[in-house]
């Protein structure tokens, strides 16, 4: 469990960001430890912090997918809108305090993706574009919508002077 | 350059790229403004990172539910070995002994020309251990000379002269080598107590490899900046 104690904190915090919902992240880190246990002894070759931080991050887009696929059924039978990604459940976490991921959890869930991979999980665009499914070209794109929603958000003052 | 162009460059990754994208922001001053803010954000999304702690009950839940899963076959097939009379403590005299016992046999039994296969397959895993080990030595001889290479770089990390976007490259880079530096120690530590643990070794090697190549990217950033 020494590998929990150095890299725990951190496939939480990925999971979280992702995710925005605390028990659900909570799901995914255990997925990914259990996970790790079964294919320890197949892993060797590659990075062993890499291929945890890998398997949560694909661990979290398939809820997000699931998520997703739940809303469209809950919308065709009762017309009942659910939340988006993180919204309301990351209100009520404990970092939700901070104004970036406030504005975070209100970007389109694209551009909101390749944020958090890019800018906070630091994969690169070629990385981002597998793990989405979209090409690197996209990826920059998005980041670049993401960054500039976040600043009119976080800094109008400096926009508006800028 | 023209600003259409500027937005494609400051969110590339190449080091090249941000730099031509610096360059035209000091002759752009809105370009120099979204610069300034991307870089703003691109830290506090870093900081973000370093943030969340997971709650404590997590290493317990994790815990239980590895206590749960079966055995993976390499470690039951270790301990398996184990129980039926681990010959780890006694592999260099066994080894010894058995050449010994070899070049006996062959010596008075000239119609065996090979050593028996039980004999032969300890022979082998003797000469395994023994260049599993002489490439670990050559992985940390490379890494001490790589990180000799890159003390400097990532020293400037904190050093406000540092461009904000390589700074926040530097601290991923160190982050990742400490953590890095603590799983070799776990696991060097483990090896030499086990010396036999094949799963052990191959993590081993692995960490080293990721170590080499994460001191080569701090190299090769030294050299863009």
Redesign the interface.
């Known amino acids: 469990?020494?590998?929990?104690?150095?890299?725990?904190?951190?496939?939480?915090?990925t999971a979280?960001?992702i995710l925005g919902r605390?028990a659900e992240a909570?799901d995914v880190?255990?997925e990914t430890?259990?996970k790790f246990?079964?294919k320890?002894?197949s892993?060797?070759?590659?990075?062993?912090?890499?291929w945890l931080h890998r398997v949560t991050v694909n661990r979290c887009l398939d809820r997000l997918r699931a998520r997703k696929r739940a809303a469209e059924d809950e919308l065709d039978e009762s017309a009942e809108v659910l939340d988006g990604p993180g919204a309301g459940t990351l209100t009520a976490s404990p970092?939700e305090r901070?104004d970036?991921?406030r504005a975070v959890a209100r970007l389109p869930e694209r551009a909101r993706l390749v944020?958090l991979l890019?800018?906070?999980?630091?994969y690169?665009?070629?990385e981002v574009g597998e793990a989405l499914g979209i090409t690197e070209g996209t990826s920059?794109g998005q980041?670049?919508r993401a960054?500039?929603m976040?600043?009119s958000w976080?800094?109008p003052e400096?926009?508006a002077?800028? | 350059m023209s600003c259409a162009e500027f937005?494609?460059l400051?969110?590339?990754?190449d080091p090249a790229d941000r730099e031509r994208a610096a360059r035209h922001a000091l002759e752009c001053?809105?370009c120099a403004?979204?610069l300034a803010?991307?870089d703003?954000?691109?830290e506090?999304?870093?900081e973000?990172?370093e943030?969340?702690?997971?709650?404590r009950g997590?290493?317990r839940?994790?815990?239980r539910?590895?206590a749960e899963?079966p055995v993976?076959?390499?470690q039951r097939q270790e301990a398996e070995t184990a129980a039926a009379g681990s010959w780890r403590r006694w592999r260099m005299p066994a080894a010894l002994a058995a050449s010994l016992l070899v070049g006996l046999a062959l010596g008075w039994l000239p119609f065996r020309s090979e050593p028996a296969p039980e004999l032969a397959g300890r022979l082998l895993v003797v000469e395994a251990l023994e260049e599993a080990k002489a490439a670990e030595r050559e992985h940390a001889r490379a890494i001490a000379r790589l990180e000799q290479a890159a003390a400097p770089l990532l020293g400037r990390a904190r050093d406000p002269e540092t461009r904000s976007a390589d700074a926040r490259r530097l601290l991923?880079y160190a982050d990742?080598l400490a953590?890095?530096d603590?799983?070799i120690a776990?696991v060097a530590a483990f090896v030499d107590e086990n010396p036999g643990h094949s799963?052990s070794r191959?993590?081993l090697?692995?960490?080293y490899?990721?170590k080499t190549e994460i001191l080569r990217e701090v190299l090769a950033l030294g050299e863009t900046s």
């Open positions: 469990m020494e590998v929990y104690r150095l890299i725990g904190n951190s496939l939480y915090g979280l960001r605390e909570e880190v255990q430890f259990v246990f079964r320890a002894s892993i060797g070759r590659g990075a062993v912090s890499s970092v901070l970036l991921e944020f890019h800018d906070v999980e630091g690169r665009h070629r920059k980041l670049f960054r500039q976040l600043r976080l800094e400096r926009e002077a800028g | 937005e494609l400051i969110v590339s990754d001053e809105l403004a979204t803010a991307h703003r954000l691109s506090r999304a870093f973000w990172r943030a969340v702690r997971a709650p997590l290493e839940r994790v815990r539910a590895l899963e993976p076959l390499i991923a990742r953590f890095l603590s799983t776990e799963h191959v993590t090697l692995a960490a490899k990721e």
